[in-house]
């Protein structure tokens, strides 16, 4: 899925994911006292916004130009601001420990890079930094390739296992890691049963 594919998604008027935000990260940040937060693949900016009007400093960056011009037109109706780079892993330009947060939603990589793209993003955390992360499990296959509404890729090695997780964000503190099927309504392609891994983590201090 390269920028082209998500330029075609995104080019339309109507937000493909919907403009409101993850559920698991709403519930997660609002916990949390705002800081410096980075979104990796935050698309049409849904959940970046979100966070900005939390009062986070959002540093946002994805592929897709057409995502970005729509994360721009959603912060402007929102009224905040926020920085969202044209970018994928691993060329970003983000400093270690530059962030208090970042927040993984359905953030896809290639099998290949999954493992280095992960520890890689893990490094941009300050120590005691947050990770909140949802995405589709392994199992989700049985839900996508019956119902294409269900969102998600159709490629194994891009999905993810709690082993997978543990070994990405091995510096981290577990806060909660589990593997839940669950119905998920958001836009025109995240929608019916689908099979997710839910994580917050915190950066031990000594890594």
């Not at 270690?96 to 490094?123: C, R, V, W």
């Amino acid at each position: 899925m390269d920028a082209k594919f998500w330029d075609e998604r995104y080019k339309t008027d109507e937000y493909a994911y919907g403009e409101m935000p993850n559920g698991y990260l709403v519930e997660k940040l609002s916990g949390l006292t705002p800081g410096k937060i980075l979104f990796p693949a935050d698309g049409e900016g849904r959940n970046g916004v979100y966070a900005a009007t939390l009062g986070w400093d959002v540093y946002s960056f994805d592929q897709s130009a057409e995502g970005k011009r729509k994360a721009e037109l959603l912060a402007a109706k929102k009224g905040v601001t926020i920085h969202y780079d044209l970018a994928e892993m691993p060329a970003v330009n983000y400093q270690p420990g530059e962030f208090d947060a970042m927040a993984l939603i359905y953030a896809f990589f290639s099998g290949d890079n999954k493992a280095a793209n992960h520890k890689q993003l893990a490094t941009f955390l300050k120590p005691g930094g947050i990770v909140i992360f949802e995405a589709y499990s392994k199992r989700h296959l049985q839900y996508n390739t019956v119902n294409s509404k269900a969102g998600g890729p159709r490629d194994e090695a891009m999905l993810f296992s709690v082993e997978e997780i543990k070994e990405y964000f091995s510096d981290f503190e577990i806060l909660e890691l589990q593997e839940q099927e669950l119905e998920i309504w958001e836009g025109n392609f995240h929608g019916g049963m689908s099979a997710v891994i839910r994580f917050m983590g915190r950066k031990k201090t000594n890594s």
